[in-house]
Structures are given as structure tokens and as C-alpha cells.
């Protein structure tokens, strides 16, 4: 069965910066794409970064340029750099792994921004 481990949530003030990690059992070379999603209270889960096996990304607007998806192929890891934080930012946020054998979701962390 396939884990994702998430880690590296907490809480941070305004302009901050944390990093989120998804470790996972499958080999990042039998993946198709990774990304992490995240969902506020009351509202839908949203979309937040992803990395396709070739190492292309895409970003939501509303992190661009603050964001940053990454992998480390030797730990079948992906993280989510997270700066200039803003309290709109606050959610829970889930690693997502898309592969051959399914569609995997990881239990979630919480990201709170608040002073």
C-alpha cells in the first residue's frame, strides 16, 4: 500500500516561511505527478502546487512567486517551500501522489499565519 508522510506544518506570523514535506513509499520514477492541495474551513480543497515526472510545475496564482515545489528523486520526498506568508494562507494542506496504481492522499497538516 502506498504512504505519504507528511511533515513541517505549524504556525507562523505574517511574512513567515515554513517547509512542507511528503515522503513516500513508491519511487518517485513510478509516479506521474505529486502536489500538495489545501483546504480552509468552509471551504472547497484547492489546488496548490504540482511537479509532473518530468519536473515541470505549476502554481496557483495565488502563490506564485512565494511558493516553491520541489523533489529529491534519492529520498522519494516532495516539498512545498512556503514564503512571504499570509493569513490567507492558513489551511490544511495535503500531499497528493497521482501514479499507475491510483491516487494517493496524505493525512494533512495544518498551516495557521497569524500574529
Known amino acids: 500500500q502506498v504512504q505519504l508522510v507528511e511533515s513541517g506544518g505549524g504556525l507562523v506570523q505574517p511574512g513567515g516561511s515554513l517547509r512542507l514535506s511528503c515522503a513516500t513509499s513508491l519511487s518517485i520514477f513510478s509516479i506521474y505527478a505529486m502536489g500538495w492541495y489545501r483546504q480552509a474551513p468552509g471551504k472547497q480543497r484547492e489546488v496548490v502546487a504540482a511537479?509532473?515526472?518530468?519536473?515541470?510545475?505549476n502554481y496557483a496564482d495565488s502563490v506564485k512567486g512565494r511558493f516553491t515545489i520541489s523533489r529529491d528523486n534519492a529520498k522519494n520526498t516532495v516539498y512545498l517551500q512556503m514564503n512571504s506568508l499570509k493569513p490567507e494562507d492558513t489551511a490544511v494542506y495535503y500531499c497528493?501522489?497521482?501514479?499507475?496504481?491510483?491516487?494517493?492522499w496524505g493525512q494533512g497538516t495544518q498551516v495557521t499565519v497569524s500574529s
Open positions: 511537479i509532473i515526472s518530468g519536473g515541470s510545475t
Open positions: 497528493n501522489l497521482r501514479a499507475g496504481v491510483g491516487n494517493y
